[in-house]
Structures are given as structure tokens and as C-alpha cells.
């Protein structure tokens, strides 16, 4: 039987991550998460899709054209929380991992965060610690979902938010411009 898994090697150049601004990005973001928690962990369709999905960004990741990566980002007071990051099985390496996350690193400090935290089993959450520099929160206790035999951990990133974050002293225009994309003027701005 021929093995015909993809790798992704250290050189490849295909990997790109983009916030979801369309209806075609989100169903790949869906699909994602669809085969690796309810395919591949068994977790109910429910719990997969909880209703805080229209209140979140959502970020793809794409090998070439093809969706490979998914998680979504909430936002609140004095942080942002990474939720069902999901890789396909074949590209579930730290190349992929570092691209994916330091892209929503960079779009989570450009809106003004300097905290980030995301909520993983032990085995995972080990793995944010060592490659993206996570470290556990402090007094937090481990969290038991239903139907989920190991605790989730909350680990907690600091960030350095750029000299441009978004701020109530932005330029209005960039305010109008699609998420992710501030820097490039929308079609509708009128020139002046």
C-alpha cells in the first residue's frame, strides 16, 4: 500500500494562514474542525459548534489551496482566546503549527492585545509551552469537559502589540477596512 500522505517540510513555501472573510474560507474552516473533533475525537456536533462561532474571527490554513488548519479567536476585555484549533492529521507539525500561530499572534497584538490564552490537554498543552512559548496561567484550575477523560489547562502568551495596533486614535478609515486587512484601502473609501 502507497503511503500518500503530504509532509510538509521546513523549506516549503506553500503554507498560508488568512483571517476568513468569506462564506467559502468559513466552510473550510468548518470542515476542518469537523473531521478533527467529531471524525477523529468523537465530540458531539453540539460541542463542536457551540454558538459562539458569530461572535469569533476565524482563521484557515491553506497548503497550496487546499484547507489543512482551522481555529477561531474571541475577543474579550484584556485578552483574546484561541479556540478548536484543529490540524488535519498530515500536517500536524511544528512548521505548520509556528506559521499558523504566529500569524494569529501578529493579528491579535495589530488590534491592540498583549495577552492571548488558549485552553489544551496536557499532552497539547506541552506542546504550546515548548514551541509557541505559552506558559500556564497562574491559580487557574484544570477544566473537565464533558465526555473528555483529561483536564484542559489555561495557558496564557504575552504579546507585544505594534506601534500601529488598532486604537481609538486610528486613522477612521482603517476602522472601515475588512479585519486582517487595515493596511489596504477598501474599494468603497472615497478619494479625497
Not at 31 to 46: D, N, P, T, Y
Not at 101 to 125: L, M, S
Not at 128 to 137: E, S
Request: charged residues 25%; contains cysteine; hydrophobic residues 40%.
Amino acid at each position: 500500500m502507497q503511503n500518500n500522505v503530504r509532509a510538509i517540510v521546513a523549506s516549503h513555501n506553500q503554507i498560508r494562514t488568512e483571517i476568513v472573510t468569506t462564506y467559502e474560507q468559513l466552510l473550510h474552516a468548518y470542515a476542518i474542525r469537523s473531521i478533527c473533533f467529531m471524525e477523529e475525537h468523537g465530540v458531539k456536533a453540539q460541542q463542536t459548534f457551540d454558538g459562539n462561532d458569530y461572535q469569533a474571527t476565524h482563521v484557515i490554513v491553506y497548503a497550496g489551496d487546499e484547507p489543512i488548519g482551522a481555529l477561531r479567536i474571541r475577543w474579550f476585555k484584556d485578552f483574546a482566546k484561541l479556540e478548536r484549533t484543529a490540524f488535519r492529521e498530515a500536517y500536524r507539525n511544528t512548521h505548520v503549527l509556528k506559521a499558523s500561530a504566529y500569524f494569529v499572534f501578529d493579528h491579535v497584538a495589530r488590534k491592540g492585545y498583549d495577552k492571548v490564552i488558549t485552553h489544551a490537554q496536557p499532552k497539547y498543552a506541552r506542546l504550546w509551552r515548548i514551541i509557541l512559548g505559552f506558559k500556564n496561567a497562574e491559580g487557574k484550575a484544570p477544566f473537565y469537559f464533558d465526555g473528555h477523560p483529561e483536564p484542559y489547562l489555561e495557558l496564557v502568551k504575552e504579546l507585544t502589540p505594534p506601534d500601529n495596533a488598532i486604537s481609538v486614535s486610528t486613522d477612521t478609515a482603517v476602522m472601515f477596512r475588512t479585519e486582517g486587512f487595515w493596511d489596504a484601502p477598501s474599494r468603497y473609501e472615497a478619494v479625497a
